[in-house]
């Protein structure tokens, strides 16, 4: 079983940064390929930023050149660093642990609201 903690969010305004990050249990994490979802109020969860076990990494076209991802195997976490943010980022960011050919798993986090103020 493998928990998934985000923290990092928050309220900030348009134009600010924040970092989440979310620490995973368990040995698995370096083999694991982590990414970042979002759900607004009223809107499907999409994809925000991925990166995959060896480093790759993937964005959303609406966070791109605004977002990084980024991880740190030693500490077991995953980040998302998230500048020049503005009011359409506002929504419940989820950290997930995607299943691949080493392992099968697939967790989610519980969720980290930000909200961006105008």
């Known amino acids: 079983q493998v928990q998934l903690v985000e923290s990092g969010g928050g309220l900030v305004q348009a134009g600010g940064s924040l970092r989440l990050s979310c620490a995973a249990s368990g040995s698995i994490f370096s083999v694991s390929d982590m990414d970042w979802y979002r759900q607004a109020p009223g809107k499907q969860r999409e994809l925000v930023a991925a990166?995959?076990?060896?480093?790759?990494?993937n964005y959303g076209d609406s966070v791109k050149g605004r977002f990084t991802i980024s991880r740190d195997n030693y500490k077991n976490t995953v980040y998302l660093q998230m500048n020049s943010l503005k009011p359409e980022d506002t929504a419940v960011y989820y950290c997930?642990?995607?299943?691949?050919?080493?392992?099968?798993?697939?967790?989610w986090g519980q969720g980290t609201q930000v909200t961006v103020s105008s």
């Open positions: 990166i995959s076990s060896g480093g790759i990494t």
């Open positions: 997930h642990l995607r299943p691949n050919l080493a392992f099968k798993g697939d967790y």
